[in-house]
């Protein structure tokens, strides 16, 4: 069982029981997760959210390092989370990075955690949300996850964080960049890294024909997307990152738009999740995987129509409730 009382003061070893915890598969540790998740909810929401994306190679884990040791510095506990759907030990990943975040791993204020290898209902996403309520419970004051871009994962990213950043290289223009289409208007934050060396022309370059690009995109929030520049390896203008996402965090704490944007993303996760149960039920239920290749033929030759197909199917599904 989980000791509620370490986990919430804050205990490292109590907090990755809980995780280990929220990540099982098995249907008796679901509902304990459940009831965990649901007793430590007051302690929750307490901390900055922050999206970390970016192709490999553009320096996440590097950035990350420089960043959440600037953090620490400032006296913040801070999570690192990820967000793959591929295999943790496969290249890119958290774990197979743990070398770059050296320092930030050996910190007593910092928590470094990999990707759930897998999730059933929800995936590896409601995984991460739920490691994210558990970590703020245990007092952590700023949660990056991380996502390297694969599937559907930026998306996923992006709907679970207060502020989702984009990582991008010095090369001005977004052939180049290997960004899927989308992710930029995602963004409330393109943070150009690398800037140093021979590069930091070129950055300005890009960083001014991103600038001029987000003016072309309409916004429907109070914030407006900044784009920034840095280098995570030379630690050149890492508080200037965080002075911009610390500056969101007042602003949108002030207005109400940060517990507007988490209350949304908590009930798209609820009908997500409904869908999703719905869709278990419907394929679990032995009279309608019954009847599912009869209706599935049926329409496919023309002798009934989708709509009633669809009709049967959920009738069957809720016909035998009453009995139970
Ligand atoms: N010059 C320079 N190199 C960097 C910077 N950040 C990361 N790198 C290098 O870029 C490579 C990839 O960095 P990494 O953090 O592993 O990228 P990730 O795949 O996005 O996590 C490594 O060789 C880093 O040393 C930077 O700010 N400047
Ligand atoms: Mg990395």
Redesign the pocket.
Known sequence: MIDIHALTSGNSRALAKAITLVESKKLEHRSQAQELLEAVLPQTGNSIRIGIT??????????IEAFGLYLVSQGKRVAVLAVDPSSPIAG?SILG?KT?MELLSRSNDAFIRPSPSEGSLGGVALKTRETMLLCEAAGYDVILVET?GVGQSEYEVASMVDFFMV?MLPNAGDELQGIKKGIIELADALVI?????E?INLAEQTRRHYQNALHLLRHNSFWTPQVMS?????QENIEAVWGMISGFQIDATKNGSLSEKRARQAREWMSKLLHEMLDMKLKEHPQVKAEMPLLNQKVTNGETTPFLAAQRLIELLFSDKKET
């Open positions: 970016g192709i490999p190679g553009v320096g996440k884990s590097t950035f890119g990075d770059r390297v990582l890294n690398k800037a140093d060396g590069s840095c280098s995570a390896l030379k």
